[in-house]
Nanobody, 130 residues
Framework: QVQLVESGGGLVQPGGSLRLSCAISGFDMDRYAISWFRQAPGKDRQDVQEVSCIPRMTDPYYPDSVRGRFAIYRDKANNTVNLQMNRLKPEDTALYFC?????????????????????YGQGTQVTVSS
């Protein structure tokens, strides 16, 4: 049974950092691409944004809005995919969740994938505010 469970969210001041963790079970996390997504307050499911993706091979994917601030990586010892978020901005406030559609490459959404038909967790709230 595929399961993804997020943790690490919270309230942080602008300019601060957070590290989110996605605990994975039920499939080989080294074999498939895994992404972090976010759904901003008041936005619908179709407006979800993919903020990072780590593929089976090659370099991770980041959109312009987070490139240079966010970093995704696998922690094989703990079977997690983590998202290090630095220099956070108020516009980063959102519900963050991890997911996969069991493909090898990134990104998921821009390549026409539908995360809502894949596997994803319940999310962890990130609020950036002073």
């Amino acid at each position: 049974q595929v399961q993804l469970v997020e943790s690490g969210g919270g309230l942080v001041q602008p300019g601060g950092s957070l590290r989110l963790s996605c605990a994975i079970s039920g499939f080989d996390m080294d074999r498939y691409a895994i992404s972090w997504f976010r759904q901003a307050p008041g936005k619908d499911r179709q407006d979800v944004q993919e903020v990072s993706c780590i593929p089976r091979m090659t370099d991770p994917y980041y959109p312009d809005s987070v490139r240079g601030r966010f970093a995704i990586y696998r922690d094989k010892a703990n079977n997690t995919v983590n998202l290090q978020m630095n220099r956070l901005k108020p516009e980063d406030t959102a519900l963050y969740f991890c997911g996969t559609i069991l493909r090898f490459s990134c990104p998921i959404l821009a390549a026409g994938g539908d995360i809502w038909k894949g596997s994803y967790g319940q999310g962890t709230q990130v609020t950036v505010s002073s």
